[in-house]
Structures are given as C-alpha cells and as structure tokens.
C-alpha cells in the first residue's frame, strides 16, 4: 500500500531540546517537502528537495533543519533556536508535473 | 512573489444549496491552481487541478486569468462536503506550492 508516513504522531518537547520529526514515502516521488500548519494561517512552507542530497529553504526555515540522504526519506528537525515550535508540521511529496501533492496524516509537536 | 487569497474563513450553505468557495491569487508567470480540501480527522489531500479540467465530487473550478481567481463551486451541497478547503498555487514542475488560509465550509442539514 503506497503512502507517505509521519512519525511520531504526537510529540513533546521541553524547551532547548532538539526534535526529529520523520517523513518516509515509498510513492516513488522525487520531490519531498515539510509545511507547518498553525490556525488561521493556512500551510506555511518550511523546507523543501527536489533531489537527493539537495534542498532548498522555503518561506519560514529559520530554526528548522533537513537533510535528504535517500530518496524516500526526508526528516525535518526542529532546533532550540525556533521562537515557537508549537504547531502541526506537515509532509509531503510529489512526482514532476502537475499533480499535486500527497500529504502524511502530520505530527502534531508540542513544547512543554 | 506568490501569494492566494481565501477572503472567507467559514462559509455556511444549507444543504441543496450552490457553494462557491473563493479564491484570488497573485503570480508573474502562468500559475498552476489546485484544491485541496481535509475532511474531519482525516488527511489533507487533492481535490482537482486546474489544469485537468476535471470535476471531483461534483465539484468544479475554473481558472479566471483577468479575474486572477480559481473560485470552487458545486451546483447543490451534501452534507457530506464539510470540510476544510484550501486553495494552492505553484510554478510549473517542482516549484513550491503557496497555499491560502483555508476556508471552512458547513453544509446545514
């Protein structure tokens, strides 16, 4: 069954702790990117990869890292140095054309 | 830079009524416009593309470029339509897509 999976559902955080947040897809798509969905707000793009072992920031990268060692993973950390982590982060991937995107179910992180 | 506009952040219809959810976008090139819509608990995911002319759903959109709009209609709404529905915009290929605010649509029995 083809998908794309974020781990972990649910996460805490204390404050200047560094989080992983998995993204795994076996879709077979090239492009891979993390969004972070606050209330009212809509989807705001945080990372994105068109291709192995390269990415590109997005609109709010600043305190988020990523890394693309293969082509069905793409894990997004959050690091201390992000003012407010608290929020609903978003996977997705695409193949080349215009087909949209497929979404993950999401993580919802929390800090305490 | 890119930039779309869901202007109504709840549109409530009755039940058998049309629904049209807005949507305006801001782009220099030739922009591609999606739908995507999150039904409750469940996943965020593509409802139709501009660029297959398609209806899904019941659902229709149609791309206005003198108007820049993309607004989502359906003739008569189900109860089953409620949602949330986000508009998106890209370039062409692998570009990042923009999404709007979301607008959250309630189909009163």
């Known amino acids: 069954d083809g998908g794309i999976t974020q781990s972990p559902k649910y996460l805490f955080r204390k404050e200047g702790q560094n989080v992983t947040l998995s993204c795994e897809q076996n879709?077979?798509?090239?492009?891979m990117y993390w969004y972070r969905q606050d209330p009212g707000q809509g989807l705001r793009l945080i990372y994105y990869s068109q291709i192995v072992n390269d990415f590109q920031k997005g609109d709010i990268a600043e305190g988020y890292s990523v890394s693309r060692e293969k082509k069905e993973s793409f894990p997004l950390t959050v690091t201390s140095a992000q003012k407010n982590p608290t929020a609903f982060y978003l996977c997705?991937?695409?193949?080349?054309?215009?087909?949209?995107?497929?979404f993950g179910s999401g993580t919802r992180l929390t800090v305490v | 830079a890119q930039r779309v506009t869901q202007p109504e952040k709840l549109l409530s219809v009755f039940k058998g009524a049309p629904v049209e959810l807005k949507c305006n976008y801001s782009?220099?090139?030739?922009?591609?416009l999606f739908w995507y819509v999150q039904y409750s608990r469940q996943r965020l995911q593509l409802l139709l593309r501009?660029?297959s002319r398609e209806s899904i759903k019941g659902f229709t959109a149609d791309l206005n470029k003198g108007e820049t709009s993309f607004h989502l209609k359906k003739p008569f709404a189900q109860e089953e339509d409620s949602a949330m529905y986000y508009c998106?915009?890209?370039?062409?290929?692998?570009?990042?897509?923009?999404f709007g605010t979301g607008t959250k649509l309630q189909v009163i029995p």
């Open positions: 782009y220099s090139g030739s922009p591609e």
């Open positions: 997705a991937s695409s193949m080349k054309g215009s087909y949209g995107y497929t």
């Open positions: 998106a915009l890209s370039g062409s290929g692998y570009q990042k897509v923009t």
């Open positions: 879709l077979n798509h090239d492009a």
């Open positions: 501009h660029i």
